[in-house]
Structures are given as structure tokens and as C-alpha cells.
């Protein structure tokens, strides 16, 4: 279908289930053992209203911020997904940063460490000199690996340092297993196809993981660059009290789109849970905190800024539009969700991002579970 028939993220979905492979589908879309996590982390958004405030003049709204030190045209930003070839075999991860600096419209890309064009590449495809690019990094055994890896995101102009800390194995997805043995047992019906071996590729780069991995590496690594530290993948308060403590400049609230640990709690209570306890402490100036993991709407991301969030992070739905319309799919679907959120700022009776507060919630749904 035309590219502006599609009115929401939820038609990219559909449409990538369509077109996708069934292994790049499969390993995009699925979850950890029941997707129990996977389901709740969209679902808790749904327990969240607003009590929005009438008569305010919402003639013009702005829906600019400030990340890490930097000025970004839209509070969310595409998350790290690794392998984006498997859906855009040609372009891959340089289509998302085109579709990220191309429009009106600036969103910050958070680039894997399982990327499938080489950090320079995705880089280089950047039109943009206003646009953010991060580094998501998964630490290997050997320390030197990652360090080298710092020092080249430093060279090349990255912003920022995401370390993910909530894989020190790779989750259960059995969906992927499962399509593993029927592609075995049967030859026939699935081809052997690069999209496979790339599945594989990431179990194998998976093993480079540090299970042993503890604060103390943060600690060093951080040591290591001048770049902020964002720890990704923080999932209670208590460690993000760590996270202010060893001096992060901010955390990810997320279970890492529910494929690790299942029955983790959706971000979006944590970080209700969260804030309350930061502001209490007088710590809520001393890191960023970031969340993802279910978001899909404008007024998701609204709910999670009202709670405190710097910044809002999307995964799956991104790696859907790129997969379907390549840069010009990333860009529409940033459009969609400015539009969204502007449409709901209004309704709301907020001008600024800066405005978002708390108490334009009802949260009863949550707080008394
Ligand atoms: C991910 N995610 C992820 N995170 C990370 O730190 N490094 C990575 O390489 C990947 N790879 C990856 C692949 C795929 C296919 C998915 C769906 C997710 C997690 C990602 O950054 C983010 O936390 C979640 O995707 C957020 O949830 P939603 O938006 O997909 O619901």
C-alpha cells in the first residue's frame, strides 16, 4: 500500500507480519517463554489515564527537549535493534539513520552493537548534522574489544554510550527455537537463507556477552571515555540508585522489549515507582532517565514523560517501517507519533514537554496493585 495510507504504527506491524520472512518476523516480533513481559509492558500503559486540563492556550506546541546535553526535536528515539538487514537486506540500519535526519523532524538513533552495517556506515548515511546518534554496547569478555569500540564511537561523533546490562544470557525465545528445528527437520520447505545465519550470527556474538559483568566494569569503562554512560536495561529503583551512585548519567528503565527475563514488570511502573523515590532523595537532577519497551502510541510516550522520562525508546515498530518502506517508512513513522503527541499535548492543555508532570495522571490503575 502508499506510504500515507498508513495511519498509525500498528499498520506497519500488520504489514511487516505480511511481508516479512517468517524467520525475520519471528525474530523481530517474539518474546521471551509465554511473552508474558513482552504483552505487559504494552498493556500497563493501558492501566494510565489522564486527567487533562482545560482552557490552556495550546495555540502552538513544542515538542522539543533536551537528551543527555543535547537539543532534540521529539522526546522518543529509535532504540537499539540488532540485525536490521533481516528486514532490509540492502540498507539495514543506514536506511534508519536517513529516516531519522531526512524529515522536519530530528529523532535520535540508538545504534546496536549487533548492527549489520558497520558503525561507520550507519554514521556516514546520517544526513543530518542536528541528528543524535548513540552507541549501544554489549560488553565482551575481552575488555580491549569494547574499549576500541568506545574510542572509535568517540572518533566518529557519537553522543552517547548505552551499555545493556540485562542480557548476561540471551533470553528463552522460543519462537526462534522452535523455527530452528522445523527449518532443520525440513530441507525442503525453508531454504537455507542468509537471514538464518544471521539468527545464528547473533546466538554466536551473543557468547561474547560477559555474564560476569558487574558494576565495578561500569565503573572502568566509564573511566575509559568522555562520552555520558547511560546504563540500559535497569529494572527497580534500587538500581538506579546504584546506577546515581557510581555517577551514570542515566539509566534505561526496560526489560529489554520483554526478550530476557519473563514476568520482568513493564518499565512504565517502574519508573511510576521510580521517580516518587528519586524526587523524595533529591536525586531525580542527578541522572536521565530513559524507558522502553510497549510503547506504540503518543500518549504512551506523554504517560512516561509525565512520570519523569528524559527520553522514550521504541524498538520493534521502528525495525517494522524500515522493514516495509525503508528510511522513508522510519520517517513516516516518526511523523505519526509527533503528530500523535501534538494532537495529545493540546488535549491535554500542555504546551512544552517541560509542562508533563504528574499530576496530569490518574494512576490508581497501578498503585494499587
Ligand atoms: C532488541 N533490543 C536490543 N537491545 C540492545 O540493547 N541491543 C540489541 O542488540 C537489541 N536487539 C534487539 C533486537 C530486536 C529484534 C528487538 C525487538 C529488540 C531491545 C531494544 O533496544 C528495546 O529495549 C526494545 O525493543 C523495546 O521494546 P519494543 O519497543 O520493541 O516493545
Excluded at 538487514?85 to 536506511?95: H, T
Excluded at 554466536?204 to 566494569?217: I, K, N, P, R, V
Excluded at 535497569?234 to 529489554?256: P, Y
Aim: hydrophobic residues 40%; charged residues 25%.
Amino acid at each position: 500500500p502508499e506510504l500515507d495510507s498508513l495511519i498509525n504504527l500498528y499498520d506497519f506491524e500488520y504489514l511487516a507480519s505480511q511481508i516479512l520472512t517468517k524467520q525475520a518476523w519471528t525474530y523481530y516480533s517474539s518474546g521471551s517463554e509465554d511473552e508474558f513481559a513482552h504483552r505487559e509492558n504494552h498493556a500497563a500503559y493501558h492501566r494510565i489515564f489522564f486527567k487533562p486540563r482545560v482552557l490552556v492556550n495550546v495555540g502552538e506546541i513544542d515538542t522539543s527537549t533536551v537528551m543527555l546535553g543535547h537539543d532534540v526535536s521529539v522526546p522518543f528515539y529509535v532504540s537499539a535493534t540488532a540485525l536490521v538487514k533481516l528486514g532490509n537486506p540492502e540498507e539495514g540500519e543506514k536506511d534508519i539513520a536517513r529516516g531519522c535526519g531526512q524529515g522536519e523532524f530530528k529523532c535520535p538513533q540508538m545504534i546496536s552493537n549487533f548492527a549489520s552495517c558497520t558503525l561507520k556506515e550507519t554514521v556516514e548515511a546520517a544526513p543530518s548534522k542536528d541528528q543524535l546518534q548513540w552507541l549501544q554496547v554489549y560488553v565482551n569478555t575481552n575488555k580491549s574489544i569494547t574499549e576500541n569500540l568506545l574510542k572509535e564511537a568517540e572518533k566518529l561523533g557519537l553522543k552517547a554510550i548505552f551499555i545493556t546490562v540485562d542480557a548476561p544470557c540471551l533470553g528463552r525465545r522460543e519462537k526462534d527455537i522452535k523455527l530452528k528445528f522445523t527449518s532443520d527437520n525440513n530441507p525442503q520447505s525453508i531454504k537455507k537463507t542468509k537471514l538464518e545465519s544471521s539468527i545464528g550470527a547473533s546466538r554466536a556474538l551473543s557468547s561474547f556477552q560477559d555474564a560476569a559483568l558487574t558494576w565495578d566494569d561500569v565503573v572502568e569503562l566509564k573511566s575509559k571515555t568522555n562520552l555520558p554512560i547511560v546504563i540500559k536495561g535497569v529494572q527497580c529503583v534500587e538500581d538506579v540508585l546504584k546506577a546515581v551512585e557510581i555517577g551514570a548519567s542515566g539509566v534505561v528503565l526496560s526489560n529489554h522489549g520483554g526478550r530476557q527475563l519473563d514476568f520482568s514488570r513493564a518499565p512504565i511502573e517502574v519508573l511510576a515507582e521510580t521517580m516518587p523515590i528519586l524526587k523524595e532523595r533529591h536525586l531525580d537532577d542527578k541522572l536521565e532517565i530513559f524507558i522502553d519497551g510497549g510503547v506504540r502510541r503518543g500518549t504512551d510516550i506523554l504517560k512516561a514523560l509525565c512520570l519523569g522520562a528524559k527520553g522514550v525508546g521504541l524498538g520493534r515498530p521502528f525495525l517494522y517501517a524500515n522493514s516495509c518502506y525503508g528510511r522513508d517508512g522510519v520517517e513516516k513513522a516518526i511523523d505519526m507519533l509527533t503528530e500523535e503527541i501534538q494532537y495529545s499535548m493540546r488535549l491535554l492543555g500542555v504546551k512544552s514537554i517541560n509542562e508533563l508532570r504528574p499530576e496530569l495522571l490518574d494512576l490508581s490503575g497501578i498503585k494499587n496493585r
